[in-house]
């Protein structure tokens, strides 16, 4: 009988050749399925017992900044009140030079204020695990900046990308699933040139793109002195924390 059912699926595959692509698509996505939940397994017991030790759990929110000057990646977890630092990674690689992306093809990775949702995560990425920055946000389309697919991504290679070591970006996917497992509708992610003290505006206030950093000071700054991350809008085409 099982010889039978066989010969017959044989057959409507080569009759429907739809069939047999629906039929791969199957495949290939519980294999994608999978590699996320490969890495999970891999990494959650080390990550568990982090988070334990400094009052944390995994699946609390999560945020997340980027300086591009440090090659630094911090992951934070929300605590009973306020954010915690979770872990910094080393970004592996990214391209072009301090300063936002602002046409397709520079090379740049993005700067500012993005919020990433469930449907941006990748585990089918080519780059191991991905997900989509959402650049451009509403501040680079009232600029005109153009652009897409730009990502934080494993495989430690870089076209205008963030991309962290296959076992990084491991971690990093993982407590972002978790956190949207748990409720969290979107993850903050701050990506900036450097850190915006005062000294350092200063010391970079000849530089082009010095209006811009200027006008993200003010984020960076709040959550120092908050551990919260601020409501960020996008009014007059610039960015503003909400009141």
């Known amino acids: 009988m099982a010889r039978d059912l066989s010969v017959d699926m044989l057959r409507l595959v080569c009759i429907h050749p739809l069939l047999l692509s629906l039929l791969l698509m199957m495949i290939t996505a519980t294999s994608h399925a999978g590699r996320a939940e490969n890495a999970a397994n891999r990494v959650l017991p080390a990550l568990e017992r982090n988070a334990k030790a400094l009052n944390l759990r995994t699946g609390a929110p999560v945020f997340i900044r980027i300086f591009k000057q ?3 990646l911090e ?3 929300k605590g009973a009140q306020r954010y915690q ?3 910094s990674y080393p970004i592996c690689a990214f391209s072009g030079a301090l300063g936002p992306k602002t046409k397709e093809g520079d090379g740049q990775a993005p700067e500012g204020i993005y919020h990433i949702y469930p449907k941006q995560m990748n585990p089918a990425s080519r780059f191991h695990l991905s997900f989509n920055l959402g650049y451009p946000n509403a501040y680079d389309q009232a600029h005109g900046y153009t652009g897409s697919a730009l990502m934080v991504h494993g495989n430690c290679v870089s076209i205008g990308c963030y991309a962290m070591t296959d076992a990084k970006i491991e971690e990093i996917y993982t407590l972002m699933a978790r956190a949207f497992a748990a409720g969290q509708q979107s993850i903050p992610v701050h990506a900036f040139p450097f850190r915006l003290t005062k000294e350092a505006l200063a010391a970079n206030s000849n ?3 010095i209006d811009f950093w ?3 000071a003010p984020i960076y700054q709040a959550f120092e002195d908050d551990a ?7 009014q007059g085409r610039r960015y503003r924390i909400a009141q």
Request: glycine share 0%.
């Open 228 to 234: 919260l991350p601020p409501k960020v809008l996008v």
């Open 207 to 209: 530089r082009p793109f």
């Open 85 to 87: 630092l979770l872990r």
């Open 214 to 216: 200027q006008e993200l």
């Open 75 to 77: 992951l934070w977890l």
């Open 70 to 72: 440090d090659a630094m």
